[in-house]
């Protein structure tokens, strides 16, 4: 039987035995942003439901002298009093055009509402992660390297920093350095000397999983070849570690630190009540507490686009520091 230059028999071909073609696959960026997308999507729709279960905002706005007739009026202003279904229809498409209504009790638009306090909380956050970098790295040399005393005394202040909550460690820092010491702002934002203890409280956990995080990636990569090839050729210990071993450490870091930027947004929520901090942790427990549908749902909506975008640049940004994933993946 005669085959063509392909290798395939034209009897195979006409009888349908060609080698099937690859489907196109999604990269990998973009299969990582599709899956944000639809996880953003299932935590608005469950958000959507479990706001209405909560109670009746219309009964907050009026008041509990107000009759019923008020009480309806309020509710179709709102739109409360259609179906939930066409509720959830409508809902969709404003979110899709960015419109999710105005506040309740202010009348401002919702999603501005969210955004004038959204650069307060980036703030905070770039400043825990930058105090993650700076303190931890150096913290988990330390783990790995240094003297039983020292290792001693910075896992013990690294398991400190992992086992108290941040509120706990908040309230200590006020009760220090705004009360007994005065040194410091006690609430309020929007000066350097009030992010001081937010960002303390915030970093500390984050400074022990960083730190323990480095220390882990050292002391695996003590029996690479290219460390004792490092050392063959008379390199020092200090140069092998930062020369070496430490940037090979750094891509497992960077993933680390880009997924401690996501649980630092919940671990806002709490800093940011408890130092009465004018961020978007703050603005969502209000509009909870009253019931503030519309702000409630553009908090979280710009919360979650907040996270898919870190996400999608910590990915890149891995990739870029370690070639080889991108070689893996392919």
């Known amino acids: 039987m005669s085959t063509d230059v392909t290798g395939v028999s034209p009897t195979a071909a006409a009888a349908g035995g060609a080698p099937a073609r690859r489907r196109p696959r999604l990269g990998p960026v973009a ?17 959507f439901f479990l706001v209405r279960l909560s109670g009746d905002p219309a009964a907050v706005l009026a008041g509990p002298s107000a009759t019923s007739e008020q009480l309806e ?11 939930l279904l066409s509720q959830y229809v409508a ?6 055009r960015l419109d ?8 401002e638009p919702a999603l501005d509402s969210v955004l004038a306090v ?6 905070l956050v770039v400043t825990t992660v930058v105090t993650s970098v700076v303190v931890g790295i150096p913290c988990g040399v330390l783990l790995a390297r240094a003297g039983r005393v020292a290792r001693r005394g910075v896992s013990f202040a690294m398991t400190l920093a992992q086992a108290v909550p941040s509120f706990v460690l908040g309230v200590g820092l006020i009760f220090v350095f705004a009360v007994n ?21 915030l970093a500390a956990f984050a400074v022990a999983r960083t730190a323990r995080m480095v220390a882990a990636e050292l ?12 050392y063959a050729k008379g390199a020092s210990s200090r140069r092998v570690l930062w020369r070496h071993a430490l940037p090979n450490a750094l891509p497992a870091v960077a993933s680390a630190i880009v997924v401690e930027v996501s649980y630092l947004l919940s671990g806002a929520v709490v800093v940011e009540v408890l130092f009465a901090y004018n961020g978007i942790g703050k603005r969502l427990v209000d509009a909870i507490f009253a019931r503030d549908y519309p702000v409630v749902q553009a908090a ?19 990739r870029v520091i370690d070639p080889r994933t991108t070689r893996g993946s392919a």
């Not at 959204?118 to 703030?123: E, G, M, R, Y």
């Not at 979280?300 to 891995?318: C, E, T």
């Open 300 to 318: 979280v909506f710009v919360i979650g686009v907040f996270v898919i975008v870190v996400n999608l640049i910590g990915d890149a940004l891995v």
């Open 219 to 230: 002391e695996q990569g003590e029996d690479h070849d290219y460390l004792r090839t490092a």
């Open 91 to 96: 809902f969709l498409g404003d979110m899709l």
């Open 181 to 201: 010491l005065g040194w410091l702002p006690a609430f309020g934002s929007g000066t350097p000397a009030t992010l001081v203890m937010p960002t303390i409280a």
């Open 31 to 47: 299969t990582t942003a599709l899956r944000l997308v639809l996880t953003l999507l299932g935590l608005l729709t469950l958000l």
């Open 73 to 83: 009026e309020i509710r179709t202003g709102l739109g409360l009093d259609e179906p």
């Open 118 to 123: 959204l650069p307060a909380t980036l703030i």
């Open 100 to 107: 999710f209504g105005e506040s309740v009790f202010t009348g």
